[in-house]
């Protein structure tokens, strides 16, 4: 037991949970980081095999969680592929325009610009861009789940 090790990796897996509402922030991967380097500095003495299969697969419930969530709202809102492929098209942009906040407004502006530009009214575009907006912060909350529960598989093998 490495006392700065373990509490090393409860202080980056905070970082990572705090990423989880700053989209540019990797927050998955951040937390990997922290276990991995948890493991560096015990000589991989404390976590399993099987543990590292489990963050395996709740990396990948993440980013699948990530992709899928602003598109099931966009589309339970009424979005059409247009919308989607803005809000898409949006996020990226967001990314440089206004940081961290451009990442929740632009989807919407795109999604939003897009849907008006395939024809359909205001209020079926902003209704659709609000799905987006939806979906987003279900997504949030799903990946925020998702990262407690790697920090927790790690603390429980390491404490």
Do not use: C
């Not at 543990?51 to 598109?71: G, K, P, R």
């Not at 809102?77 to 942009?93: C, D, K, T, V």
């Amino acid at each position: 037991m490495n006392v700065f090790a373990d509490w090393l990796f409860v202080l980056v897996w905070i970082v990572g949970l705090v990423g989880t509402f700053v989209p540019v922030l990797p927050a998955t991967l951040i937390i990997l980081a922290g276990a991995l380097l948890h493991e560096l500095m015990v000589g991989f003495s404390e976590l399993s095999r099987l543990t590292w299969i489990w963050l395996a697969l709740i990396t990948l419930a993440v980013f699948a969680v990530d992709n899928l969530a602003a598109l099931i709202g966009a589309r339970r809102y009424g979005a059409g592929r247009a919308g989607m492929w803005g809000a898409f098209i949006g996020g990226i942009f967001g990314l440089f325009i206004l940081p961290p906040l451009g990442v929740f407004v632009m989807p919407l502006v795109g999604a939003f610009a897009a849907e008006s530009l395939s024809g359909k009214s205001a209020d079926a575009a902003l209704r659709a861009a609000w799905g987006t907006f939806v979906g987003m912060l279900g997504g949030m909350a799903g990946k925020f789940l998702l990262h407690l529960m790697m920090g927790i598989l790690v603390l429980r093998a390491i404490f």
